[in-house]
Nanobody, 128 residues
Framework: QEQLEESGGGSVQAGGSLRLSCGTS????????VGWFRQVADKEVEGVAA????????IYADSVKGRFTISRDSQDKTLYLEMKSLKPEDTAMYYC?????????????????????WGQGTQVTVSP
């Protein structure tokens, strides 16, 4: 069914791994940029990683670069976020999002304006 819904969150010890999934349905089209965002209570929404509709290039926040990998499977229309070497500071609610057009190198604006379509979130908790 058409959807934009996250799954795969949970509790893990520091250094562990999780893989988040997001069903993107029609937003799996290359005409859409897709991304992962996260939020801690009373904090701003932070861009984590994205795939640009322009050329399919990936974008990562400095805090997760080298540890997280974003990918998209066009067959099952699913967006993934592979998270390794998790740290307590990665604890947050994680959201997937899709918007028409390119990222324009500004995930922060995407988050602030709540562009496009958003899932309901999946909680990731990392214990020290």
């Amino acid at each position: 069914q058409e959807q934009l819904e996250e799954s795969g969150g949970g509790s893990v010890q520091a250094g562990g791994s999780l893989r988040l999934s997001c069903g993107t349905s029609e937003y799996a089209s290359s005409s859409y940029s897709v991304g992962w965002f996260r939020q801690v209570a009373d904090k701003e929404v932070e861009g984590v990683a994205a795939i640009d509709s322009d050329d399919g290039s990936t974008i990562y926040a400095d805090s997760v670069k080298g540890r997280f990998t974003i990918s998209r499977d066009s067959q099952d229309k699913t967006l993934y976020l592979e998270m390794k070497s998790l740290k307590p500071e990665d604890t947050a609610m994680y959201y997937c999002s899709a918007k028409y057009g390119p990222v324009n190198d500004d995930m922060a604006l995407w988050a602030r304006r709540r562009f496009g379509y958003w899932g309901q979130g999946t909680q990731v908790t990392v214990s020290p």
